[in-house]
């Protein structure tokens, strides 16, 4: 089994790559920093040492960089299995008072790298008649976040990216899957005083997509909603 996930080197992205890892899949995942990118591939080598694993330094909303990353991974697995569309960025600002610029931003790596990806490996998946495709949403796409303006549309967009993949992918035998997560405890958070008790974990996320890629080809979870218990 071949896996790439984009965002690959901490937080939900990580766990997901190990969570695959230990499923025995050979993983190819990017990020921007090289630091946390080769500490997290190390990780998938102790996980799974059997499989030659990929560590691209890319940053995914500059389209030629994302395209590399895409190819390496071909050239080095062929056929891929699972693609995880993962990689995005949260910016906190109202709609209207947010610096000019901040949505095409944030749509370029949030919306756009999504699409990219898509339509990169889907055409194998169509010929072989299988693969999956997870498309990291966001609870904000069901709902404003009002102190995030343009990630809220990136990330609507990104749900309406999903449902239109997987009608046109569902002939082909192609799974799309639309993960939701909620507050999720990443480093992100690191710093800042919060009750773990009120986030669910990365972990908990990348377990349910695995759960959700091993169902029968007779069956697929088209929304994956994951939220804190509290």
Request: proline share 3%; net charge neutral; with cysteine.
């Amino acid at each position: 089994m071949n896996v790439v996930i984009t965002g690959g080197s901490k937080g939900i992205g990580r766990a997901i790559a190990l969570a695959f890892a230990g499923e025995g899949a050979a993983v190819a995942i990017c990020a921007r920093g090289r630091k946390e990118l080769d500490e997290t591939a190390g990780e998938l080598r102790r996980v799974n040492p059997d499989a030659r694993h990929i560590a691209f330094p890319a940053d995914c909303s500059r389209r030629e960089e994302l395209i590399a990353f895409f190819e390496k991974a071909r050239e080095n697995f062929g056929d891929v299995d699972v693609l995880v569309n993962n990689a995005g960025v949260y910016r906190e600002a109202t709609l209207l008072e947010e610096p000019e610029g901040l949505l095409e931003e944030t749509l370029e790596l949030n919306l756009l790298a999504a699409y990219h990806g898509a339509r990169f490996f889907s055409g194998g998946m169509k010929t072989r008649k299988s693969g999956h495709i997870f498309n990291i949403c966001s609870v904000a796409s069901l709902r404003p976040v009002v102190a995030a303006g343009s990630y809220t549309i990136s990330k609507y967009a990104l749900l309406g990216l999903s449902k239109t993949l997987r009608e046109e992918l569902k002939p082909f035998g192609v799974k799309v899957t639309s993960v939701i997560p909620g507050s999720t405890l990443t480093a992100s958070w690191e710093g800042v005083p919060v009750d773990a008790s009120r986030f669910a974990t990365a972990a908990d996320v990348a377990s349910a997509i695995v759960g959700a890629f091993r169902l029968s080809v007779h069956s697929t979870i088209e929304e994956l909603l994951i939220t804190p218990t509290m």
